[in-house]
Every structure is written in structure tokens, then in C-alpha cells.
């Protein structure tokens, strides 16, 4: 069974104010096309003002995560990642007229909310999830902070936070499924110490804070004096304490809210990967600088294990799956252009073929003359007829089918193919086959050396 990618149905927009400016921002979720992945579109700067949601781009961790991309800058992305991570969408845009994300009120519920109303869709292309076979860890000692990956079934985390204050004490928070995102932690609102909201004002630096959207929690005396003078610059009536250590402008919603809300956070800083996979992520007091160091941990880990998992391992004594002559009886190709030896591993996704090179090859005395290289254009062919097997062999008489292009896109070369050479062709499907259609990304190797790739259209077609 196929997982397939999601995005939304319809654009929805938001309208609120930006935590640092002040400043009215109008936010638009939109759908996007598969394979697009998740992408901010700064429109106050223009139509193809792009900046990837992708780790590489993370320019600050102050206060929040910053992305930029040649330039182009958006601030405080965490929440609205989150939002688009608990519904487990794959690909989307996310215009905003100005430098940063409405705050709103301090969650991503208003974000998951508007999503909740634009609708998802499955698009026809398959999510690839990537497992975490071994442990990951990022600690830092100085900020007393470690993340940690394990292997899981399915992607969770556990957050757990101590201040060493006794006003908030040590909390602890978890997400086991995505389906509980929605009502268990898109709600968590962000919190502040507010000898922290004191500078923050002093500095002029959250023009679009107020105490609607941050839960405030008092960890040092204050005197009637700083309250009075809070309220007037907050345009409040009058602002107390309560028993709890808590400014009295919100309730919680959650005894453990700040530690939801740090949970949230990871989460949205996770999208940052660029790929979804299972895990089981145990973070022990993160932050945003904290979680983007262990993010790039993450990032490399998936890109070796991508790359190790895609070099195919053949053992020539081993018995194949199809020898030459299983071959010949599903395509109809013989010499000089039949360009399958073996085919050594197969599932209902994905195939692996072996082309022996040798130099009695028919093309080599043209290809050069003096120095025989493979063609190109012969070693797609060859690939080809390695995805097509996969196709064939699901038809009860594949004798009585051919396999023709219909698109060939993202071919590259890495290095020469010589006489005595293995190829060694790995086809993945791209999308469930559909109305005999099927698209493939092909990679071939010779020993570990990736040598040649291309993504793969093809129809299959009933011989006249």
C-alpha cells in the first residue's frame, strides 16, 4: 500500500498581526503541486519570491526560526510548520505580504483551523517515510538540552521542560499520533518569564505582542508600581498576579501548556528535514537553536541512508529473481537490444536488474572506435527495460504487452560505462500505476559509483 502525498484542497487566508513589526499581515494557504514540498512565497517582494522551508535556510533562532533564501527573509515559521506537519502535508505554499507570520494568538490552532477548513487531498505520488534504523543524538551541555531520536513505528515525540523556576516547575508532554495534533497541542499557546517580556518591551522588539497572545508567568517579585505600568502599555485595565505565579490575562488550557507549546515547536522546526519519517523523538528542554542543530543531524542522517539504501548489493551466485530466460518470456526485445541479464530483487514497488558489459557489445566498434564507452542514451533503454519487467510481471500473459516512453525528464550521467563494467538498475515506482501507466525514478551503479539517473514515464499496451 502506496502512502500517498498530501496537500490542501482550496486557498484559505488569515489575517493578523506580526509579532515583531506590528504590522497587519495577510497569510494564504494555497495548494501545491507533488513533489513541491513546503515553501513560503514572500508576495510584497514578488510573484516568484520563494523561501524553501528547508533547514539549510535557517538564518536566526532568535526567538523563533527565521528562514532566508537569496535575500528574502520570514520570521517566526514555527507555528504554521507545526500546523502543516500535524495533518502530514506534504506540499503547499504559504503566502505572506510582509517579513513574518501573524502571531495571532500564540498557537497554531488558528493555523490548523484554517487548514482543517481548506480541506487535504492525496495527490498522485508516493510519500516516501524514512525509517530511523539507529539512534540520533544532539546534546548541549551549556543549555542543559538533548535531543534524542530512537527507532519507532511511527513518527512520536516526548517533550519535557525544567526551568528551574518554581512558578512553572518540570513539565512534561507527548504526541503518540498526528490525528491528536488538532485538539492536544495546536492550542498551546507560547509562554515568557516576564523579566524577559520586560526587556523584550524595553527593546522595542515585540511591537504586535500583547497579553493575548503569550502566557506570562512571574518568576521574581514585582511590585504594584510594574504592574500598573504594564497595564497601561498593554491598554489593560489592570493586570494582577494570580496564585499560580501567572499574569491574569489568560487561563491555561493545559495544567502542562508550556510544555506542549515547546513540544509544538520541535515539531514545526522538524519540517525542516525536507522528508517525513518514523521516530521517536524524546527532547529534553529544546529550543529553537537546539532543535534546528539536532534537524541538521536528522537531515544528514536520512541523506546517508537514502543514498546506502539506493546502491543495490549483487552477489552473482546468488539466484535471481528472473534469469535470462524469465526475461525473454516477458519482453519482447532480442539482440543487439535486448540489455537485461537478471533481475535480482523485486517487490510491488521496485526492481533491481543487472546488465553484464561486455566488449562484444554491438555497439562499441562505432561507440568509440579505439575507446568503447556505453551510450548514453542505451543506458536509460536499459533501465527501462529493467522497470518494465516490474510492470509485466503483474500480467497474467505479459507476452502480449509492450512497454512504450511517453516522458523521460531529470536524465543525468555521472561517469563513463566501459567493457567489463556490472550495471546494476534500480527502479522505484513514483506513483501507483494507473490506466497502464507508470512512473519510475531509475538510478544505475556500477559497484557503488552512481553512474546514471532519469525519472521514467511509460504506457503499457496490449500488442495489436
Given at each position: 500500500?502506496?502512502?500517498k ?67 528574502r ?13 500535524g495533518?502530514?502535508?506534504?506540499n ?12 495571532l ?52 515525540i ?46 522595542d ?97 536520512i ?19 528472473f ?14 537490444f ?21 566488449v ?22 536499459a ?82
Amino acid at each position: 500500500m502506496f502512502e500517498k502525498q498530501k496537500t490542501i484542497k482550496e486557498p484559505v487566508t488569515i489575517t493578523g498581526v506580526g509579532l515583531h513589526t506590528g504590522k497587519t499581515v495577510k497569510l494564504t494557504f494555497k495548494p501545491s503541486d507533488k513533489d513541491s514540498g513546503i515553501r513560503f512565497l514572500r508576495t510584497d517582494l514578488g510573484s516568484e519570491a520563494f523561501v524553501s522551508a528547508e533547514v539549510n535556510n535557517v538564518a536566526s533562532t532568535v526567538r523563533g526560526t527565521t528562514l532566508e533564501e537569496d535575500g528574502r527573509r520570514i520570521a517566526t515559521v514555527e507555528h504554521v510548520l507545526a500546523a502543516i506537519a500535524g495533518f502530514e502535508i506534504d506540499n503547499i505554499i504559504i503566502e505572506v505580504d510582509a517579513p513574518e507570520t501573524p502571531i495571532l494568538d500564540g498557537s497554531a490552532k488558528p493555523f490548523a483551523d484554517a487548514i482543517s477548513k481548506a480541506g487535504i487531498i492525496e495527490q498522485e505520488a508516493a510519500r516516501e517515510v524514512v525509517e530511523i534504523t539507529e539512534t540520533v543524538k544532539y546534546i548541549n551541555e551549556e543549555k542543559g538540552s538533548e535531543i534524542i531520536a530512537i527507532p519507532s513505528d511511527r513518527f512520536r515525540i516526548s517533550c519535557m521542560i525544567d526551568f528551574k523556576t518554581k512558578v512553572l516547575g518540570t513539565q512534561h508532554a507527548s504526541l503518540d499520533q498526528m490525528s491528536d495534533f488538532k485538539k492536544e497541542i495546536a492550542p498551546s499557546r507560547t509562554f515568557v518569564f516576564l523579566h524577559e517580556l520586560e526587556q523584550l518591551l524595553e527593546g522595542d522588539l515585540i511591537k504586535g505582542g500583547d497579553l493575548s497572545n503569550a502566557i506570562v508567568f512571574v518568576d521574581h517579585k514585582v511590585g504594584q508600581s510594574e504592574l500598573n505600568k504594564m497595564a497601561i502599555l498593554f491598554n489593560k485595565p489592570s493586570i494582577e498576579i494570580k496564585d499560580g505565579g501567572m499574569l491574569n490575562n489568560l487561563d491555561l488550557y493545559y495544567n502542562n501548556e508550556p510544555a506542549r507549546h515547546k513540544l509544538m515547536d520541535i515539531l514545526g522546526d522538524l519540517t525542516l528535514t525536507g522528508k517525513p519519517f518514523k521516530a521517536h523523538i524524546i527532547a529534553n528542554k529544546p529550543g529553537h537553536a537546539s532543535n534546528i542543530e539536532f534537524v541538521k543531524k536528522i537531515k544528514k542522517y536520512i541523506k546517508d541512508k537514502l543514498a546506502s539504501n539506493d546502491i543495490p548489493q549483487y552477489d552473482p551466485s546468488a539466484k535471481p529473481v528472473f534469469d535470462i530466460n524469465d526475461i525473454k518470456r516477458m519482453l519482447p526485445h532480442r539482440y543487439p537490444f535486448l540489455m537485461v541479464d537478471r533481475i535480482i530483487e523485486m517487490s510491488d514497488s521496485h526492481v533491481v536488474g543487472v546488465k553484464n558489459v561486455t566488449v562484444n557489445e554491438s555497439f562499441f566498434p562505432g561507440h568509440f572506435p579505439g575507446e568503447p564507452i556505453m551510450p548514453g542514451v542505451l543506458q536509460i533503454e536499459a533501465m527501462a527495460q529493467t522497470g518494465g519487467i516490474l510492470n509485466l510481471s503483474t500480467l497474467e500473459n505479459p507476452q502480449d504487452y509492450n512497454t512504450y516512453f511517453l516522458k523521460i525528464d531529470n536524465v543525468k550521467f555521472k561517469q563513463k560505462v566501459v567493457p567489463g563494467d556490472t550495471l546494476i538498475f534500480r527502479l522505484d515506482l513514483m506513483a501507483p500505476v494507473r490506466r497502464g501507466i507508470c512512473h519510475m525514478r531509475g538510478k544505475a551503479y556500477v559497484g557503488n559509483k552512481l553512474v546514471a539517473e532519469a525519472e521514467l514515464m511509460a504506457q503499457l499496451a496490449k500488442n495489436k
